[in-house]
Nanobody, 117 residues
Framework: QVQLVESGGGLVQPGGSLRLSCAASGSILSFNVVGWYRQAPGKQRELVASIFSGGVTNYADSVKGRFTISRDDAQNTVYLQMNSLAPEDTAVYYC???????????WGQGTQVTVSS
């Protein structure tokens, strides 16, 4: 059973930065895509950023230019560097790893990010 463990969340002031980590129990390269999602109170979970096994990355329009997703294959970890944080970035952030064949999807437990002065 694959386990994903997120860390790095916390309370930060507007304009600040945080780096989230998603550590996998197995090889991160075994997944076709790893993504960071977030869910704010009363809202649906949304995709923030994703990185494919070949290294291609995608971002939601709301975080482009502020967030960067990256991967450390040796550490089996995917990171989300978040800069210029704003109150609307407040949410629980989840890591998701997916395989296409067979179709499998794994979620982490989530880490809270709160942006407030």
């Amino acid at each position: 059973q694959v386990q994903l463990v997120e860390s790095g969340g916390g309370l930060v002031q507007p304009g600040g930065s945080l780096r989230l980590s998603c550590a996998a129990s197995g090889s991160i390269l075994s997944f076709n895509v790893v993504g960071w999602y977030r869910q704010a109170p009363g809202k649906q979970r949304e995709l923030v950023a994703s990185i494919f096994s070949g290294g291609v990355t995608n971002y939601a329009d709301s975080v482009k230019g502020r967030f960067t997703i990256s991967r450390d294959d040796a550490q089996n970890t995917v990171y989300l560097q978040m800069n210029s944080l704003a109150p609307e970035d407040t949410a629980v952030y989840y890591c998701n790893a997916r395989k296409y064949s067979p179709p499998l999807s794994y979620w982490g437990q989530g880490t809270q990010v709160t942006v407030s002065s």
